[in-house]
């Protein structure tokens, strides 16, 4: 069974830190990409951050980039997303994804963990 479980989530006031954990397990981590994307009402699913399963490679939204951080732990199974100064427009569900392109594509979604960002 494929799972992907976030946590981290939170209220936090602008300019403040938080940082957002994955924890995977039921497929082989160290192959597959990770990112964490993020939707908030209204608006459609964006992708915020991106690291290779080989080099470590990361790609990051203009939006976030210098401010935001994604980094993975293969030993943990886990990816995480530090955020620093956090503005009221980070607000958003986060989501973990994992992908593996080979033979075919396989794409796994974790549930989510909220993110407030507020005065």
């Known amino acids: 069974q494929v799972q992907l479980v976030e946590s981290g989530g939170g209220l936090v006031q602008p300019g403040g830190s938080l940082r957002l954990s994955c924890a995977a397990s039921?497929?082989?981590?160290?192959?597959?990409?990770m990112s964490w994307y993020r939707q908030a009402p209204g608006k459609e699913r964006e992708l915020v951050a991106r690291?290779?399963?080989?080099?470590?490679?990361?790609n990051y939204a203009d939006s976030v980039k210098g401010r935001f951080t994604i980094s993975r732990d293969n030993a943990k199974n886990t990816v995480y997303l530090q955020m620093n100064s956090l503005k009221p427009e980070d607000t958003a569900v986060y989501y973990c994804?994992?992908?593996?392109?080979?033979?075919?594509?396989?794409?796994?979604w974790g549930q989510g963990t909220r993110v407030t960002v507020s005065s």
């Open positions: 994804n994992a992908r593996w392109v080979y033979a075919a594509v396989y794409d796994y």
């Open positions: 039921g497929f082989t981590f160290s192959s597959y990409a």
């Open positions: 690291i290779t399963s080989a080099r470590g490679i990361t």
